[in-house]
């Protein structure tokens, strides 16, 4: 069974452009899960996926934002890049049993600003 | 608000010792609890769950956790550590004093086994 996948796996940009990181989840998993993981400051969550609607957002501000197509998948869209937006963004799929939500994690994409 | 402290942001210990990586958390209604590895330039995988079944739970690797709700802890431990146990670790807890069961994440404790 194949796992979470993203891409890309490492992304470069300057401040002021406009970023885009996919995530293609688990087969059959309908819930997707976005984070943010800088240096030091463990995983802050982003946004939440499922069934194609937004279901959470994370306190980040509004140039975070991101969709799930009909095939699950998803992207995240970060606009007006910052440097302190350099960080590992990982991607989790799940199939929520009862009300857990029990996450597969994906590689990461690398993203650094300059 | 749920919350997840780990106390130590390194932990070393001798390869065949005991591994003890501790986790507090703070939540108002009964929570799942979770931990991950993560090794080097890849994701997070878990290790094991708890979700108000047995108090001891066993997971991947050799490790196991306890849940101790009067000392709102939920530490992992392994008797024998091995080198490739190196990686960074994450406690996380779930409960719906957010809104929903999304879980938190501690900030991480990198622990590193010495030959």
């Known amino acids: 069974e194949a796992g979470v996948t993203q891409s890309p796996t490492h992304l470069i940009k300057t401040r002021g452009q406009q970023a885009t990181l996919r995530c293609s989840p688990i087969?059959?998993?309908?819930?997707v899960y976005w984070y943010q993981q800088a240096l030091g400051l463990g995983l802050q969550f982003l946004l939440w996926?499922?069934?194609?609607?937004?279901?959470n957002r994370g306190n980040f501000p509004p140039r975070f934002s991101g969709r799930q197509f009909p095939n699950y998948s998803s992207e995240l869209n970060v606009n007006a890049l910052e440097l302190e937006d350099s960080a590992l963004y990982l991607c989790a799929s799940s199939l929520i049993v009862g009300l857990a939500h029990e996450q597969y994690f994906g590689p990461g994409t690398r993203l650094t600003v300059t | 608000a749920q919350s997840v402290t780990q106390l130590g942001s390194h932990v070393s210990v001798s390869e065949g010792a005991l591994v003890l990586l501790r986790c507090n958390y703070s939540s108002s209604v009964p929570p799942y609890l979770f931990w991950y590895v993560q090794y080097p330039n890849q994701g997070l995988q878990l290790l094991l769950k708890?979700?108000?079944?047995?108090?001891l739970v066993k997971g991947i690797n050799g490790f196991e956790a306890e849940f101790k709700k009067s000392e709102t802890s939920f530490h992992l431990t392994k008797p024998s550590a091995h080198m490739s146990d190196a990686a960074e670790y994450f406690c996380?807890?779930?409960?719906?004093?957010?809104?929903?069961?999304?879980?938190?994440f501690g900030r991480g404790t990198s622990l590193i086994v010495h030959p």
């Open positions: 087969s059959g998993h309908t819930s």
């Open positions: 708890y979700t108000s079944a047995a108090t």
């Open positions: 996926y499922d069934e194609g609607e937004e279901r």
């Open positions: 996380a807890v779930s409960d719906l004093s957010g809104g929903s069961y999304i879980p938190t």
